[in-house]
């Protein structure tokens, strides 16, 4: 009996690691087409129930294609950046430092009275009601605040409307610095890091260091890094493998403290990106962040057991699609090497030039559907919507979204794309016409609280 009880545990080890190597051989030949085809430019990480099966760099670390991209290589990774700060928030409220029903205005008592009605959970999940200022007021963390003082009234009832900025992540710091009596990058490295034994991390590391991967464009040309706010982490790979294992673990903050972070208002994201929850176990976990043509994105489902953590310092907004190849690779189901972005191919065009730029859209549409990818074809019109709403060119952004909603797509896509216009209507001073994009997102998609809350202000009822 002992014997074959020994056989079986042989056979079972022996095509575990066949199907294992065959994972690891399907895996980089994904990657490998990928970066032939040049949407990847990277480091990336492969586990399967907490071992390692792949972990290899494709491409360059700097646009003139000199130095070769290693694995210990840190990159940006955007606004994944946020779970730390969330994490460190969590973690300062279990010990009793703060909470998170505190008042805005016992952090920052020379702000306006309406500081008074937002806590600092509205912070932690985006429903602060704090709009969205632009980059000549909210820049840096000092025009931050000296914008905040001047902003007389804030859009929205807090906890009524999500709104994804980074003034709420700016204040999330601040308060980090002034209850802990430290730098929040010291913090992040004294208290957060070494609880998932994050030893190559840092805080706004400089972009210029000799193990940083430098971002480049599309044209091969640096891009100069623009974001000027503090706080922006950046590690390799692994480092961020071992952030996520260690916050299910628990080895970082609480369960409930992890649920609290995960939580989101509906139809936005959560400092966590993406969560799922089974009871008060997280059991399903992803983010994407990107600064400056750098991209990270991270995929953990402690149900299947797959992880997958991506870099790339030259963003072709690829990686979830790669990342879905990979789980249907390691799941034994079909895949597909994804194809250029739509997106990142006509947003720039556009911007300079919006007769042309679209007239190539078009084109793309009728003879370039072989090597660009249309299917989510509402949602890259909306991105470059949004795109050229940041850049003040409302008007431009409302005809894409014009173009967006006509066609046929799921209804909360479609919901989406009358919000942003509504939005855009709002900034030209144009409040009917806002409104009536607004009943439009609500009518498509009765789910919509943004859009709701949007109708309430506007009407008053």
């Not at 509205?122 to 980059?135: C, E």
């Not at 000027?228 to 294992?245: A, C, E, M, N, S």
């Not at 299917?375 to 909306?382: C, T």
């Not at 909360?412 to 607004?438: H, P, R, T, V, W």
């Amino acid at each position: 009996m002992r014997i074959y009880l020994i056989l079986f545990i042989v056979l079972v080890f022996s095509f575990t690691s066949k199907a294992q190597r065959s994972a690891k051989l399907q895996i980089d030949s994904l990657m490998s087409i990928a970066h032939q085809r040049g949407i990847f430019n990277g480091n990336i990480l492969v586990a399967n129930h907490g071992k390692v099966i792949y972990e290899k760099s494709f491409g360059f670390a700097d646009a003139e294609k000199k130095i070769p991209l290693k694995k210990e290589m840190r990159f940006d990774i955007g606004s994944i950046s946020k779970e730390f700060n969330g994490a460190a928030i969590m973690l300062l409220a279990e010990h009793g430092k703060l909470s998170l029903d505190d008042e805005l205005l016992k952090y920052f008592p020379d702000l306006p009275l309406w500081a008074k009605d937002i806590k600092i959970k509205h912070l932690i999940n985006y429903t602060s009601g704090i709009p969205v200022l632009g980059p000549q007021f909210d820049a840096t963390d000092t025009l931050i605040l000296k914008s905040l003082k001047n902003l007389k009234e804030i859009v929205a009832a807090p906890g009524t409307l999500y709104i994804y900025n980074h003034i709420n992540v700016s204040l999330q710091r601040d308060i980090i610095e002034k209850v802990s009596g430290m730098s929040y990058a010291a913090f992040l490295e004294d208290h957060i890091f070494p609880l998932a034994d994050m030893n190559q991390s840092a805080v706004d590391y400089p972009i210029a260091s000799k193990d940083m991967a430098r971002a480049f464009d599309e044209d091969g040309k640096n891009v100069e890094y623009a974001q000027q706010t503090k706080g922006w982490v950046r590690l390799p790979v692994r480092d961020l493998y071992k952030w996520f294992i260690a916050l299910d673990a628990n080895k970082v903050i609480s369960p409930e403290s992890v649920k609290v972070l995960g939580n989101n208002f509906p139809g936005g994201e959560s400092s966590l990106g993406t969560a799922e929850f089974l009871a008060d176990t997280l059991v399903w976990h992803q983010h994407q962040g990107s600064n400056s043509n750098y991209e990270a994105a991270f995929y953990h489902d402690r149900r299947n057991g797959v992880s997958v953590v991506m870099m790339t310092n030259n963003q072709q907004m690829k990686v979830w699609p790669l990342k879905t190849a990979i789980v249907n690779i390691i799941n034994g189901k079909p895949f597909a090497v994804p194809k250029k972005s739509l997106y990142l191919s006509i947003r720039d065009k556009i911007l300079a030039d919006f007769t042309k730029g679209m007239d190539y859209y078009h084109e793309l549409k009728i003879s370039g559907q072989d090597r660009f990818d249309f299917s989510f074809e509402i949602g890259d019109l909306i991105s470059v919507a949004k795109y050229l709403q940041r850049r003040g060119r409302f008007d431009d952004a409302i005809s894409v979204l014009k173009e967006a909603v006509s066609l046929p797509a799921r209804p909360q896509d479609l919901s989406y794309g009358y919000e942003i216009m509504g939005e855009c209507f709002q900034k030209k001073n144009a409040n009917a016409l806002a409104l009536e994009c607004y009943q439009n997102a609500l009518a498509k998609y009765p789910a919509n609280k943004n859009a709701e809350g949007m109708i309430l202000k506007l009407t008053g009822n």
